[in-house]
Every structure is written in structure tokens, then in C-alpha cells.
């Protein structure tokens, strides 16, 4: 079976295929594109995908190194092109995957930012008070109050429907990567910061449904932008605004680092690994074990700091 015309059709076909059979979210779909699109020119000089041998991979690769990319970047560049190669020889567009015998760089693995429970008190207090109208300081306090009780991704906080919210629940269904489905407890403040926007944001929809014949949102937090959501970028945004009001260094903190501390101060109070593990939604505990290496360093810096033979004389 010959493979497709074009190197542009090999990449559109395999992402219509990971989107497909991997459910992948179209934020990763993007990401692989971005990184095929650059791979593309450089064995466009050897014939392209169908005839790029291990040689000019890696001579690609290479370049990229030379070029100052980090290790992480060129890792990321070679799995799209694994991913690629795998797919096409499942396709039979080639007898061969020349990927297979090709090692990415050694990445250096590091510590996740996290933040202390009194600085992500103070940014929940922040989260009360800040916004244009009671309505917006409802939603930013109900925004951080799931962020910090679930440790959700970005993606699955801002895009939550509204019927997930409903009824008062104690566990949360969110849809996660590659729309693998996770049950998540809430807390107590969280529930009552639910509560509260919700009776805001459905009596707003009904005036404007009486208004203007608005049709009501089946978003949690609804937007008027394409999406029909808040997006990703106004919400990491909101988190830097968030600082500034809680006087934490808004460089510090992204929603991200709001998950780390969700993780983290769950392994300081004794939680199960395997649990946090199913609560971030992690397909492989090895992703989850990084926290453990936090807790590693705040111990030594514990010993350094505090025992009397460490001290300087």
C-alpha cells in the first residue's frame, strides 16, 4: 500500500487518526501538528516522510540541538515524529519505522512550582474580593475554590458543564484526557462557592432569556466567545490578578501550580500516592511520583535549616 501524495496529507491523516482512536484534545492535536510542520521541511531535502531514513532523522534532530532548543522541546519534536512513524507503518505507507532505534535527550526532571496553604489562602480571600461586579467575584471565588479542592486541569475547570455542578455534589465527573472519565470530591467551601454563583449565573440567564430570548448556556462558566466558555488564557490571566490582590509574585503561579499544590498538600497530610494519582487523573504513577521528590527536598532543606550540626559555626 503506497502512502499518501504529500507529507501535508501524511500529518492530516494521522492527526484525523489520533483525534479519532486516541480521542486526543485539540490542544495536543495543535502541539503535534506545530512539531510535524517543522520536521516536514527538514526531510522535504531527503525526499520527504516516505523516504527520510534513520540518518537524516537524526540529522534533523541534530540540528535542532545546534539550534539551542531545549531538551525538552526536542524530546517532545521526537515523539511527534515516533507517533508519525508508528502510525504509518501500521498503515503500511512504509515497510520500515526508521524512528524505533532512534533515544531522545536525557531529560533533566524538575521539581513542580507549588505554593504554601497560606499563600493559597490568600489567594482564595483574593478570589472573593476581586472582579468588576458581584457576579465576577462569585465566579472567580467559585473558580479557585473547585481549582484548589480538585487539582483539575485548566481545560477541564474552565469547560465543566453546568448540569455537572447542579444539585449540590460531593464528587465531581470530569472529563479528562483523552475523555477518560474521573470522579473527584469536593470540599465543603467548594460546594458553597457552587452554590452561591450558581443561583447568580442561572438567575443572569434567565433575565437575559426574558430580555433578549438568549438562550441559556450548558457552561459552568459560559462566555460570550467562540468557545462559549472563560478560556484558558482569560483564566491564567484571572490567577495573575489574583496575585497582585494577594500579594504573592504573580511569576510564581500559574493554574498549574494551583494542581501542584493540590497534590502536594494532599502527600504532606498523608494521602495515598495511587489516590492522588487517580485524583489528577495520571495515566502513569511515575507522573504522580514527582511530588514525592518535593517532599524529598523540603526535608533536606528542613535538616539543613534547622538540625544543630548543620548549622555554621
Not at 10 to 34: K, V
Not at 97 to 114: C, D, E, M, S, V
Not at 200 to 212: F, G, L, M, V
Request: proline share 6%.
Amino acid at each position: 500500500m503506497s502512502g499518501p501524495a504529500t507529507d501535508s496529507d501524511w500529518i492530516s491523516l494521522y492527526l484525523d487518526a489520533a483525534a479519532a482512536e486516541q480521542g486526543a484534545a485539540r490542544n495536543t492535536l495543535l502541539a503535534y501538528g506545530r512539531d510535524l510542520q517543522d520536521a516536514m521541511v527538514s526531510v522535504a531535502k531527503c525526499g520527504g516522510f516516505a523516504a527520510a531514513d534513520r540518518a537524516a532523522l537524526e540529522r534533523y534532530l541534530v540540528g535542532l540541538e545546534a539550534m539551542g532548543l531545549a531538551p525538552a522541546t526536542r524530546a517532545r519534536r521526537l515523539s511527534s515524529l515516533k507517533q508519525l512513524y508508528r502510525f504509518a507503518h501500521e498503515e503500511g505507507w512504509r515497510a520500515d519505522n526508521p524512528t524505533l532505534q532512534i533515544t531522545g535527550p536525557a531529560r533533566a526532571r524538575k521539581l513542580p512550582k507549588t505554593l504554601s496553604i497560606p499563600e493559597v489562602d490568600a489567594l482564595l480571600d483574593a478570589a472573593e474580593i476581586h472582579g468588576r461586579s458581584p457576579g465576577e467575584r462569585l465566579r472567580n471565588h467559585c473558580l479557585m475554590q473547585i481549582l484548589y479542592a480538585t487539582g483539575l486541569r485548566v481545560t477541564e475547570l474552565v469547560s465543566l458543564p453546568a448540569s455537572a455542578l447542579r444539585g449540590d455534589p460531593k464528587m465531581l465527573l470530569v472529563l479528562g484526557k483523552g475523555g477518560k472519565e474521573r470522579m473527584v470530591p469536593l470540599s465543603p467551601p467548594a460546594r458553597d462557592a457552587i452554590n452561591l454563583w450558581l443561583a447568580h449565573r442561572d438567575a443572569a440567564e434567565d433575565a437575559a432569556r426574558a430580555d433578549k430570548g438568549t438562550r441559556p448556556s450548558r457552561f459552568g462558566f459560559p462566555s460570550r466567545g467562540n468557545s462559549g466558555h472563560l478560556t484558558r488564557v482569560r483564566f491564567f490571566t484571572l490567577i495573575k490578578e489574583l496575585c497582585v490582590t494577594a500579594g504573592i509574585d504573580p511569576a510564581r503561579v500559574t493554574p498549574h501550580t494551583l494542581r501542584h499544590a493540590f497534590a502536594t498538600h494532599l502527600l504532606q497530610n498523608g494521602a495515598d500516592l495511587r489516590a492522588i494519582q487517580t485524583l489528577l487523573g495520571h495515566a502513569d504513577i511515575a507522573t504522580t511520583e514527582i511530588y514525592t521528590h518535593i517532599l524529598d527536598e523540603r526535608l533536606r532543606q528542613l535538616v539543613l535549616e534547622k538540625h544543630p550540626l548543620a548549622r555554621p559555626d
